[in-house]
C-alpha cells in the first residue's frame, strides 16, 4: 500500500507540472524519446522508399523499401536474392533530384556472392534508365551528368566481407561507430544474414539469443540512423501441417525479429514476390525479373542475357 | 579475424584484466555471448560490458572496401579473375570462366562426364598463361578412383596437339598435378587440413574434390539433423574460406539422388493453392542434388550436368553472372565439346530440375569414339 501512494503522489506531481508546462502544445509527450502518433505520421509519409526497380515489387512494398525498418528478403538458392540486394545498394545512390535518396550502401557479404562485374552492370543498367526518363535534366546540370558514372555508383558502396560469425557480430557492432562516420549510407544488406549462424553455431539456444541480440542492434540502428536495413535469408524444410514445406531459415523466433518479410519463389517459369509480413501493408504477391540491367518488371522488353567484359 | 587475441587488442588494462580473469581470450570468445550473460559472465555493469564488445568488435570487424576498390583490384590483377573453360558459350555464360576464389558446384548422374569436365580442368589449369591456362599446380582430391591419367594426357594431346607434341611436356604437365585419393571421411578432412599449408605455400592454382558426395550415404543426409550436423559441414566453410584465402577457383562435384517426401518444395502460401499439381511436378524431375538445400545455398555457381530428348546439356543453374542456360554437349576424346555456343535459355522449375532421360548412361563408356 506504501508503494502504491508513493506512485499516486508521484504521478499528481507529475500531473501539475505538465499542465503547467503544457501551455503552447498539446502533444502528449510525457516519457523522453517517445513520440506521439500524429508526428509519427508525418514524418512516415515524408518519408522517402527505396525502389527496387521493378514497380510492380515498389507497389506492393509500399512505394520501396522502407528506411527506418528492417527488411527481411528469403528464397531458394539462384531466385535472384543477391541480385536484390545488389539493385537496391545501387538505387540508394540515385541523386535526389532523380527522385532518389542520394545516399550511400553498406554491403555485408557473408557467402562471397557480391560479383563486382555484375554490381557494374546494374549500375550501368540503372543509369540508362535514369537517362531515359530525365531526358532534359542532364542538360541542365553538367555537374549532375559527370556523377552519373557506374563508378561513383560502385564508389559508393561500402563492402565488408565477413568470413565467420563472430565477424558478423563485430561487425554489426561496429556499424554503430562506422554511421557515425559516414552519415550519408542509407541502406546496410546483410547477405546472407544466415550463413555462418547455420554453419559454425552448434548451441542452438545460444543462436537463438545471440541472433535475437543482433536483431534488436539492427532495428536500433535503422532508426537512429534513419535508413534502411535489409538482411537476406535462406530457406530450409519444416515438417508442418502434416508434410514438409519450405521456410526461411534460423528458426521461429527469428521470425519474429523483422518489420517487414518478403518471400522470393518460383511460380510456374516466372519469378515472383510475396509480402508475408508487414504492419501496414496486406500480403500480396507480384510478379518481376531479373534483366542484365538488374531487377526489373515481369515481362520487360531488355533483353536477358549480354556478354559480360 | 574471429581468432584475434583480446591481449593484442591495446584495451585498457581494467578491461583486458578483467577479460583475462574470465579466461576469454580471443574475440569469439567475448562476441558469441548476448550482452547480459557477458555481463553477468564479467560479474560487472552493463556499461564495462558494452564498452568490451564494442571495443572488441572494432578489432574483430574486417576491414571495409568499396565497390570500386574491388573493382580496380580486379582488374590490376589482371586476367580477368577466371580460367576459361574454352568451351565457348559456357566461357561467355559465366563471364569468362570459372571464377576464381568461388566455389564452383558441377553436378549431375553418373556417368554424364563430370569427370571428364574435371580432368580437363586440371589439364587447363597447369598450362602456361599464353595457352590460357593458370600456369600453376592443381591438387585433384579423387574420392571415388576416377581420375585417369592416361585419358587426361588423351585429352590433353587430343586438345592441345602442338603443346604436348613437345619432347617431356606432357610429364612437365602431368608432374604438376596432385593427386589424393582419401579412402574415408576422416581421410578427407585430414587431407583437406594438411593442404591448407600445401595451397599457400606452394603455387596451386586449382583445387578439384571429386566428389564431395562420396562419403555421404543417404541416411546421413536425410537425418532429421540433415546437412548441420555432418561432418562435411566443416569441409564447406573450409573449402570456401581457401578458395578466397588463395583466390583460386575451387571445382566440386556433387552426385544426384532421387527426391524423397522429406525435400520440401513450395512456402505455407503456396501449398494451399497448389490441389494436385504437386504429383504430375514431382514425376517431371525425380533427382536431386545430394547434399541438400544447404549446400545448394553455400556454393556460388552450379552447373548442372544432366541429359533429355536425347542429348547430354550443361546448364548454368545458378550464377551471380548470367541467366539459366543450357549448352548441348558431347563427351569425345579431346574430352567435353558443345555442340551449340549459343545455348538455349531456361527458366522456372528446369532451372533446377535434373533431368536422366533417354540414355542408359551407366552402360555407357567415358566417352564415345569419334574417328
Known sequence: VDLLLLIFSRLYILDITMNCNSTASHSFKYVAGAQNAWDMLSEEQSQKHITTGSGDLNGILGGGIHCKEVTEIGGVPGIGKTQLGIQLAINVQIPVDYGGLGGKAIYIDTEGSFMVERVYQIAEGCISDIMEYFPCHHDKSSSGQENLQPESFLAGIYYFRICSYTEQIAVINYLEKFLGEHKDVRIVIIDSVTFHFRQDFDDLALRTRVLCGLSLKLMKLSKSYNLAVVLLNQVTTKFTEGSFQLTLALGDSWSHSCTNRLILYWKGNERCAYLDKSPSLPVASTPYAVTSKGVRDAGSSSCKRVRVM | ?371
Open chain 2, 1 to 371: 579475424m574471429a581468432n584475434k587475441l583480446v591481449s593484442d587488442m591495446c584495451l585498457p588494462p581494467h578491461l583486458a584484466h578483467l577479460l583475462a580473469a574470465r579466461r576469454l581470450t580471443t574475440a569469439k570468445d567475448v562476441l558469441s555471448l548476448p550482452e547480459v550473460e557477458l555481463m553477468s559472465l564479467l560479474d560487472a555493469g552493463l556499461a564495462t560490458a558494452r564498452d568490451a564488445v564494442c571495443r572488441v568488435s572494432e578489432f574483430a570487424c574486417p576491414p571495409c572496401q568499396t565497390a570500386l576498390a574491388l573493382l580496380e583490384e580486379r582488374v590490376r590483377l589482371g586476367g580477368g579473375g577466371r580460367l576459361a573453360t574454352t568451351l565457348c558459350g559456357l566461357d561467355e555464360a559465366l563471364g569468362g570462366g570459372i571464377p576464381l576464389g568461388k566455389l564452383t558446384e558441377v553436378v549431375g548422374p553418373s556417368g554424364i562426364g563430370k569427370t571428364q569436365f574435371c580432368l580437363k580442368l586440371a589439364l587447363l589449369a597447369t598450362l602456361p598463361e599464353c595457352y590460357g591456362g593458370l600456369n600453376g599446380r592443381v591438387v585433384y582430391i579423387d574420392t571415388e578412383s576416377k581420375f585417369s591419367s592416361r585419358r587426361m594426357i588423351e585429352i590433353g594431346q587430343k586438345s592441345f596437339p602442338q603443346i604436348f607434341r613437345q619432347e617431356g611436356l606432357a610429364q612437365k604437365m602431368a608432374g604438376r598435378i596432385l593427386v589424393m585419393r582419401p579412402a574415408s571421411l576422416s581421410d578427407f578432412t585430414k587431407s583437406l587440413e594438411q593442404m591448407k599449408v600445401t595451397l599457400l605455400q606452394n603455387d596451386v592454382k586449382l583445387l578439384i574434390v571429386d566428389s564431395v558426395a562420396a562419403f555421404m550415404s543417404s541416411e546421413n543426409e536425410r537425418g532429421t539433423t540433415g546437412f548441420t550436423q555432418h561432418p562435411l559441414r566443416w569441409a564447406l566453410s573450409f573449402l570456401k574460406s581457401i578458395a578466397e584465402l588463395t583466390r583460386i577457383p575451387v571445382v566440386v562435384s556433387n552426385q544426384v539422388r532421387s527426391q524423397s517426401n522429406d525435400d520440401g518444395y513450395h512456402y505455407s502460401f503456396e501449398v494451399k493453392r497448389r490441389g494436385d499439381g504437386d504429383g504430375a511436378e514431382r514425376l517431371e524431375s525425380h533427382l536431386v542434388a545430394a547434399l541438400g538445400i544447404q549446400w545448394a545455398h553455400a556454393v556460388t555457381i552450379r552447373l548442372v550436368f544432366e541429359s533429355h530428348s536425347g542429348q547430354r546439356f550443361i546448364k548454368v543453374a545458378k550464377s551471380p553472372m548470367s541467366p539459366a542456360v543450357a549448352f548441348p554437349f558431347i563427351v569425345e576424346s579431346s574430352g567435353i565439346t558443345l555442340l551449340n555456343d549459343e545455348g538455349i535459355d531456361v527458366s522456372g522449375p528446369e532451372i533446377t530440375s535434373i533431368r536422366c532421360q533417354g540414355q542408359n548412361l551407366l552402360g555407357l563408356l567415358p566417352f564415345e569414339n569419334r574417328g
